[in-house]
C-alpha cells in the first residue's frame, strides 16, 4: 500500500492516476475476488445488452465497429478499451464522447470510499471506474474490451449477452501460458451458458470449443455460422440467417478488418430481437469507425504508418498489409518492444521488407534502452535466410529520436513504419503534435 494520502473529490485526474499506479503492489494481479468485493459494494447494475471483447489481436478494431454501427443505429452506447495512447480519458467513452477529468475523477473517489482496505490494481480501479459510469447513464448498449486473457481478467465480472473472441496466438505468456491451447481457455471464459459466443479465429484451438461446449454457449464459428465474401469494390456478410450485402469496406485499414467486421456483425446477429441494427447504420458505422495506431496512415510524404503491432500474430498481419501497399523504394522502421514481448518472433514475420531499423529505448520496468534492442534485432535478423542487402540497424535514445533520424533519411516516396508498442506509437504522435 502507497503511504501517499488518498486523493478526494478535488484531486485532478492527473492526482488520481498517480496513486493508482503506486496502490497495488502488482501493476498485473490477476483474479475476481477482489473487483467483485467492491463491484458489489458500489451496486453496480448493467441494464444494457452487454457485449465482451477479447482476443489476442482484434479486439480494439472489432469493439471500435461494433460501437459505431450502434450509434449509428440511435442506441446509447458505452464503450470501455484498453490501454490508451495519448490521453487516459480514450479509454471510457460514453454515447461516442470521451469521459471527462470530472466524471472520472468522481468515480475514482466513489471506489476509494467504497473499497476501504480492499486493494485494486491500476486496471481493476479504472474498470469499476467505467462499470459505474455506464451503469448511471442509462445505456442501451456497452462493449467491453478485455485487458488481459478472460478468465482472471476484471471485465469478466460482467455477465456478457454476446461474448467474442476475435484470435488466439501467443502473447503475454507469462500470464496466460506458452501455447494455443493454455491461452485459448483463459479466453474462452468470457462466454456464458445460453448466450451467444462468438469467435473469428479461422482456427480455433480445441480448448476454446471444448470450454464452449462444457459451459452450454451459443457457439457461433467463423465459417460454419457467418462469414465474408468480397470484390475489389464491395464485401458482403453471411450470417446463420441474416445477410448484409453491398457493404463498402471499413474505414480501418488493414488485411483483417473483413474479418472484425464479420464478428461484429455475427454479435448483432445474435442479439438482433433485443438490438435491431439497420443496413445503413451497418453501413454508416463501417464508414465511421475509428481507431488511432492500428495500421493508421498519416496524410503526407514520406508515408507514415502508425501500427500497436506488439506480437508475432500482429506482426504476420502487419507483414500482408505493408505487402498490398503500392512500391515504396525504401522502408524505415521506428521500432521500440518491451522486453517481455517476442522480439524474435516478430521480426521473422517481416523479413526483410524492413530496409533501416532504428530502435528506440523504452521507459518503466519493462523498457529495454535503444542499444540493447539494437543487438537484439541484429541477432534476429541475423537468423533470417539472406535476401540482397542486409537491413541496417541502429540505435536511438526514444522513439521521438528515432522518428527524426527515420525523418531525416527518408525520401519523399519512402515510407517510415512506427510499430513495436502502444508506447513506441503514442510517443511518436505526441512529438508529431498529433491527439487521437
Known amino acids: 500500500m502507497s503511504v501517499l494520502a488518498p486523493p478526494n473529490a478535488a484531486t485532478s485526474l492527473d492526482g488520481w492516476l498517480h496513486y493508482l499506479e503506486v ?22 447494475q448493467l441494464d444494457a445488452v452487454k457485449f465482451i471483447v477479447g482476443g489476442t489481436n482484434g479486439k480494439g478494431s472489432t469493439c471500435a465497429m461494433l460501437e459505431a454501427m450502434l450509434l449509428a443505429a440511435g442506441y446509447k452506447v458505452g464503450l470501455y478499451t484498453s490501454p490508451h495512447l495519448i490521453h487516459f480519458n480514450e479509454r471510457i467513452r460514453v454515447n461516442g464522447e470521451l469521459v471527462t477529468d470530472s466524471d472520472l475523477v468522481a468515480q475514482f473517489h466513489a471506489i476509494e470510499v467504497a473499497r476501504a482496505q480492499v486493494s485494486l490494481s ?4 479504472t474498470t469499476l471506474a467505467a462499470l459505474r459510469l455506464f451503469s448511471q447513464s442509462r445505456l442501451d448498449a456497452v462493449v467491453l474490451e478485455v485487458g488481459l486473457g478472460g478468465r482472471l481478467d476484471a471485465v469478466n465480472i460482467v455477465d456478457a449477452d454476446c461474448a467474442i473472441v476475435t484470435s488466439v496466438d501467443l502473447d503475454h505468456m507469462d500470464y496466460l501460458g506458452d501455447t494455443r491451447e ?39 464459428l467463423f465459417g460454419r455460422d457467418f462469414n465474408y465474401s468480397g470484390d475489389r469494390q464491395q464485401w458482403a456478410y453471411g450470417g446463420r440467417s441474416q445477410r448484409r450485402a453491398a457493404l463498402a469496406y471499413p474505414a480501418l485499414r488493414g488485411a483483417n478488418q473483413l474479418l472484425n467486421a464479420s464478428a461484429a456483425l455475427a454479435a448483432l446477429e445474435s442479439v438482433r430481437d433485443r438490438l435491431s441494427v439497420p443496413q445503413q447504420a451497418v453501413r454508416q458505422g ?29 506482426a504476420a ?6 505487402d498490398n501497399m503500392g512500391y515504396h523504394p525504401y522502408t524505415y522502421a521506428v521500432f521500440g518492444m518491451l522486453s517481455d514481448k517476442d522480439l524474435s518472433g516478430v521480426v521473422a514475420k517481416l523479413g526483410r521488407r524492413i530496409d533501416h531499423w532504428y530502435c528506440a529505448g ?3 520496468p519493462r523498457g529495454v534502452t535503444g ?45 517510415i513504419l512506427v510499430f513495436g508498442s502502444f508506447l513506441t506509437v503514442s510517443a511518436v504522435m505526441q512529438a508529431l503534435g498529433r491527439s487521437t
Open 23 to 44: 496502490l497495488h503492489g502488482k501493476p498485473i494481479d490477476m483474479g475476481l475476488e477482489r473487483v467483485s468485493e467492491v463491484a458489489r459494494r458500489l451496486d453496480i
Open 182 to 220: 493454455a491461452i485459448g481457455y483463459e479466453k474462452a471464459h468470457i462466454y456464458r451458458a445460453d448466450r451467444p459466443a462468438i469467435c473469428s479465429d479461422p482456427v480455433p484451438p480445441q480448448s476454446l470449443l471444448d470450454y464452449a461446449g462444457k459451459i452450454g454457449a451459443d457457439l457461433w
Open 317 to 322: 498481419v502487419l507483414a500482408q498489409n505493408l
Open 362 to 364: 523504452l521507459p518503466g
Open 371 to 415: 542499444d540493447a534492442l539494437a543487438g537484439q534485432v541484429r541477432a534476429a535478423l541475423a537468423t533470417l535466410p539472406e535476401d540482397g542487402e542486409a537491413p541496417s540497424v541502429q540505435a536511438c535514445r526514444d522513439p521521438a529520436a528515432a522518428y527524426a533520424a527515420a525523418r531525416e533519411m527518408a525520401g519523399e516516396n519512402d515510407r
Open 122 to 125: 491500476y486496471f481493476e480501479y
Open 286 to 314: 463501417l464508414a465511421q469507425a475509428m481507431l488511432p495506431g492500428r495500421f493508421q496512415i498519416l496524410p503526407g510524404q514520406p508515408l507514415v504508418i502508425l501500427d500497436v503491432a506488439h506480437n508475432p500474430h500482429a
